[in-house]
């Protein structure tokens, strides 16, 4: 069999994803997941003061800014030890809760369906069904998620003021506290979420699909990233984001061929998102089906689904404790000066998975911050130790029914959904194979 290398650019990703793969015949035997941008956020914010970066990181991605603010805003308060009232940590986690909605509807389905209405699946029985239902644009559940998705993430705009790039969160709490009005727009956006949900996601009732249940302790100090095969200064083995650095250093003409970092949990390649976040809380409907069948692409987006309902079904929760607590303190104001020193840092769980904020402040500035991402666990290249990151041995092995046309890599990427926009700014690759629906 002759060897060939196939360049793939991704489409229907957040940002600009190229994905190496290296075929012997039709089946891929090794692979290199391209991040074509760096954006030097974390070297944006060293010299500016600590709150900076509650304006600065919501603006990494334009899906999951309140994932970044909520994580930078925990990374101050733990580097001071502010406490929180449970009155803002209660809306903060409902407008995350509604981000990460709206990014798993938007994932599923015009993101990842749209794969299914390609000409190699024209003669499947269901092909018309599928196409009236997921066309990109014009199909009938794409037109309905764009508006239900839209919907959901109004909740974050009445604490926010606007969506994305909001900063009402600060140390302490948040600038503004609910009020009955409040609560009451935010159960009509929540409950017309799940009316949708019911009626054109699972086709029966939410407390049905959660009661179907069969087919941890976390330690950030063993969290490192290496940069062995990225274009940045290197250094050995893999540091913790405390101590590590993002210094640009393009040397196109090397075994370096990433603009993302190898993030690894001690020395271990880690997936990360809605499968893995319902393995580790226990869902009994995963864990079995994972048993049946193992991890795959269509068990990966019908967790995102399942996360859905349970992520609607918490909201409603944290609406009633939220009617408790109208009237109580929404904010804590810091102490003079607690911000001025020290290191902290914040971890929540984003739509694609565990997003990391760590900052070190020196004399009212900061002095270092780091960003670990979902998509850069997924997306690392090698490591020191020459382990591939999580997608690229992902795709190893996997048979090509048509070189030309490689969808089987975008099934698998896709159904991680990836966030490059995140993880890594543009440098043009030439003779790119771009395909896709």
Known sequence: MSRTTLNIDLNRVEGDLEFQVDLDGNRVVDARCVGTLFRGFEQLLIGRAPKDGLVITPRVCGIC??????????????????????HATLVRNLCLMAENVQSDLRQSFLFFTPDFVHPRYAAQPLFADIEAAFAPMKGRIVRSTLAASRKVVELVAIYGGQWPHSSYMLPGGITRGATARDLMDCQDIVDRTIEWYELDVIGDSLDNWLALDSADAFNPDIINEHVRHSWYRPYPGGRHPYIGE???????????????????????????????????????????????????AWLRQFARLRRTGLTLHLMKQHLAELARQLGTPHYLPPPAGALDQGEGYGLVQAARGSLGHWIQVTDGRISRYQIVTPTAWNASPKDSAGQHGHWEESVIGVELADPADPIEIGHIVRSHDPCLVCTVHFVGRAERHRYGV
């Open 65 to 86: 800014g309140t994932a970044h603010l909520y994580t930078a805003a925990l990374a101050l308060e733990r580097m001071a030890q502010l406490p929180v009232s449970p």
């Open 246 to 296: 993002t210094v640009p250093d393009y040397q196109p003409d090397t075994d370096r061929y990433t603009w993302a970092k190898a993030p690894r949990y001690g020395d271990k390649v880690i997936e990360t998102g809605p499968l893995a976040e319902l393995l580790t809380g226990g869902d009994q409907l995963i864990v079995s089906l994972l048993a049946l069948e193992g991890p795959n």
